[in-house]
Structure formats: structure tokens, C-alpha cells
């Protein structure tokens, strides 16, 4: 049984930064890509970023490069989202995923994830 628990979600202000985590329980979580995808109010879910099991490629949305950057340590069994000169528009539910394998960030991308946490709310005022 893998679970995803998320955590580090809050209220800031837009130009501020914050830092996403995603808790991995179970076992050989070093032979997972993991993934973060958002979801806003009346939006359908998206994906925001990825990165391949060892961690060598990652993978960005458009609207969030060069302003985020995920990483993982496989020692910890944990999954980082540092998000910074964040924008009212980067507003969302955003879900910690995993698929299991040793795949890319681009396949996590274009695959279904096979894990899914439950959500960390970010939400951003001008």
C-alpha cells in the first residue's frame, strides 16, 4: 500500500515562496517518478511538474518554469514543490502523484500516475 501525504500549503502574498512536500509511504519509493499536478476552482487538473525516479530529468508546465523546481530525496522517501514568485494565478488544490517504475519525468507527464495524495491548498493574494 503506497500513500501520499502532502504537506506546506498556505495563504502568502504574490512574489512570496513556498515549499511543497509529499510524504511517501511503502516501499521502493526510489523506483517512482513522482509528479505534482494543481487543480483551481472550475479548472480541470493539471499538470505543474515531474520529476524521473533518479531524479536526473524534470519536467515543467509552461506558466511555472523558471519559477519552481522539484527535487526528491529517496533516502527520506520525500518529494519537494519549491515554488517561488508565486502569482494569484498559481491558486489551486495541488496533488502530489506517483508513478510506479522507473520512468522519466516526461513519461509521468504523459502516463496516468498510479498514486495520488489528497491535496495541499495554495492560495495566493495580490
Known amino acids: 500500500q503506497v500513500q501520499l501525504v502532502e504537506s506546506g500549503g498556505g495563504l502568502v502574498q504574490a512574489g512570496e515562496s513556498l515549499r511543497l512536500s509529499c510524504a511517501v509511504s511503502g516501499r521502493s519509493f526510489g523506483s517512482y517518478a513522482m509528479g505534482w499536478f494543481r487543480q483551481a476552482p472550475g479548472k480541470e487538473r493539471e499538470f505543474v511538474a515531474a520529476?524521473?525516479?533518479?531524479?536526473?530529468?524534470?519536467e515543467y508546465a509552461g506558466s511555472v518554469k523558471d519559477r519552481f523546481t522539484m527535487s526528491r530525496d529517496n533516502a527520506k522517501n520525500m518529494g519537494y514543490l519549491q515554488m517561488n514568485s508565486l502569482k494569484p494565478e498559481d491558486t489551486a488544490v495541488y496533488y502530489c502523484?506517483?508513478?510506479?517504475?522507473?520512468?522519466?519525468?516526461?513519461?509521468?507527464?504523459?502516463?496516468?500516475?498510479?498514486?495520488w495524495g489528497q491535496g495541499t491548498q495554495v492560495t495566493v493574494s495580490s
Open positions: 520529476i524521473g525516479w533518479s531524479g536526473k530529468s524534470s
Open positions: 502523484a506517483a508513478l510506479r517504475g522507473l520512468y522519466s519525468a516526461s513519461s509521468l507527464r504523459a502516463r496516468k500516475p498510479d498514486y
